[in-house]
């Protein structure tokens, strides 16, 4: 399958307002189920305490509907909408974006084996525009560069930023499907109610879970109808409660109603902010799905629908309330379905459980595309992708994370059992999400958007106080369930440190011990050895040089292929690298050897081909190298120097129709002829070949003799089969090293390695093909 093409297709400017409508329209059902389901529980955990109580003054209800409306119009409306979507990289949002803006433009990348050549990707840079040289901006930019500390610092924010998120896709599909569950208790009796509620809710959520590998596809046509409908019904509720109780709490919005709230209730009013926090819960989602839609469509679809539709429910709630002083009383507690009418009470509460339903499965898919990109970067052990739609780009799945998200969702609902202790945990996620956004976006104010350091400042102050006052409110229910995502974020932030340090460390050993290229040349063409028949494809993190293992396996094996490929997959910090640039091909020694790199480039967010369309793609990227080479450089391809390798930038087969073209047919097909317009090298027919290759060339200019032999070699090497040798690693902290170094070395980073996917293979290689060479690491 080939979803690059669909990748730039998608990304394309949208020129039609049916276009952007459409877009707005799928939006809601992707990136708005969660904030959506929000008032299921907002004012059930504002008041589920005894910080605030719902007295006759309604000061209470109205210093809440007070803050929630201003809290949705600052931080969703204002930031998301109309700042932070701004912060794309190309077309893509969410932490790991803004970090990858910010590495890019100071260079503080965590990635080990980065090159100069990848700045020369046409998706590097954002803009053209160059920061001056003068100014606090500059020296802002000096400093990250020049101290370790401060990259490190900037990494551990992303990385913590990143934690929450995968904690609040533990906590958002327990608190929706718990609430939205919540009416049942109108039914039954309250005895009843506390032996159906858990069992319900954990039926659901494991039903949940046990469909992600079915992918999203087949009926997330179904999303959107569900988020819309929802939002239309809990808007008419709104109205009605608004025109049936009080038509008068418009006044509410007021800011004097907060300063009133906070006068009366004083620290019970402080304390209860992290129930108010989960109205913009989900907020996030609107900038980490920005890959998947336009900018234009998401502003467009929450101020138009979800903005309205949520006011309107909220206002309608405080109505309802403000009249009914003695609910607390007559019903089990304050929450949302207290204020549906009785006669909508059993419609309502299906539609909720299929949105609370939705709004997890996005925050579920979401979790699986970030801890997918920390991977690519080196910040997560490598794991099994399984994409579930050969058409959506985007739409993965990891089984293994799938089940722990799971165990861990099925322990937070039973654990918990009310949302009181469920919302103090999401709140606190949710915001701390919120203010490493801010942190990061004020960075790139300075260095991606060339700002001035005042105007960064004034957006970190103004929303950076407003999210410090809920974080700190959130903070103080640590004993009453802020403890959770912490605790979930602490065990991921270690594994992911564990991870990167020992991929650091494992990197640097092969730079320090990689072989000399006069070692290779002493060996001569033949490398002392055997060459045989094939193409032998050896996998290494290193961008130049030989690595240690290559000697190794000279030394330890009798015989070795007739083409050899040194291999490096890597990621660089850009969502997509476009196919015409996707390799770096080069020679290592001279032109006889046939020994070449390879180096398959990456972004963060890219769709890993499989084993026989990369197969494809290497060679005839390697035979339009050597093409190449004959006739010099053109505009399409462009000659780097690199240390002792000259590396080329070459494009997959599909993208460079006018070079070499591979063919690939059984033995006993039937063979294409060739037009006037290209020329065919042929191998000579052998006995017993699985395939029949050959190179279609184009007719001009001329290619030599010394080429169409080397081209004819590679041919013949392809059909004799291709074999992967995998080199495994062994890492031992040395002796005299300190004992935090051998716990994370000898324990932590190994148990990783070994309960990990092989190396930077997405794909699945043949386990006929592959050879694996072990050898012991002292880092």
Known sequence: MDLETGVYQNRAKVDSWKTVLTLAYQSLGVVYGDLSTSPLYVYQSTFAGEDIQHTESNEEIYGVLSFVFWTLTLIPLLKYVFIVLKADDNGEGGTFALYSLLCRHARVSSLPNFQLADEELSQ????????????????????????????????????????????????????????????????????????????????????LFALQHYGTHKVGFLFAPVVLTWLFCISGIGLYNIFRWNPHVYKALSPYYMYQFLRKTQRGGWMSLGGILLCITGSEAMFADLGHFSQLSIQIAFTSVVYPALILAYMGQAAYLSMHHSAGIQVPRIGFYVSVPEKFRWPVLVIAILAAVVGSQAIITGTFSIIKQCSALGCFPKVKLVHTSSKIHGQIYIPEINWILMLLCLAVTIGFRDTKRMGNASGLAVITVMLVTTCLMSLVIVLCWHQSVLLAFCFIVFFGTIEALYFSASLIKFREGAWVPIALAFVFLIVMHVWHYGTLKRYEFDVQNKVSINWLLNLGPSLGIVRVNGIGVIHTELVSGIPAIFSHFVTNLPAFHQVLVFVCIKSVPIPHVRPEERFLVGRIGPKEYRIYRCIVRYGYRDVHKDDMEFEKDLVCGIAEFIRSGSIGTNGK???????????????????????????????????????????????????????????????????????????????????????????????????????????????????????????????????????????VYNV
């Open 124 to 207: 590097y840079k954002k803009d053209n525009k160059k920061l001056c040289n003068t100014g606090l901006g500059s020296s802002l930019k000096s400093m990250l560069e020049r101290h370790r500390v401060l990259q490190r610092f900037l990494l551990v924010l992303a990385l913590i930023g990143t934690c929450m998120v995968i904690g609040d896709g533990v906590l958002t599909p327990a608190i929706s499907v718990f609430s939205a569950i919540s009416g049942l208790e109108f039914s039954m009796s309250r005895e009843q109610h506390k032996y159906v509620e858990v069992p319900v809710a954990c039926a659901i959520l494991i039903g």
């Open 637 to 775: 391809i462009e000659e780097l120097e690199k240390d002792e390798d000259k590396m080329t930038v070459v494009g997959t087969c599909s993208t460079h129709e006018d070079g070499i073209q591979i063919s690939e047919h059984n033995i006993n097909s039937t063979e294409i002829v060739g037009t006037s317009e290209v020329r065919e090298i042929r191998s000579p027919p052998v006995m017993q070949r699985r395939k029949k290759v050959r190179f279609i060339v184009p007719e001009s200019p001329n290619i030599d003799t010394s080429v169409r032999e080397e081209l004819r070699e590679l041919m013949e090497a392809r059909e004799s089969g291709i074999a992967y040798i995998l080199g495994q690693s062994y890492m031992k902290a040395k002796q005299g090293s300190s004992m935090i170094k051998k716990l994370v070395i000898n324990y932590g980073f190994e148990f990783l390695r070994r309960n990990s996917r092989v190396a930077s293979y997405a794909f699945s290689l043949p386990h006929a093909s592959t050879l694996e060479v072990g050898m």
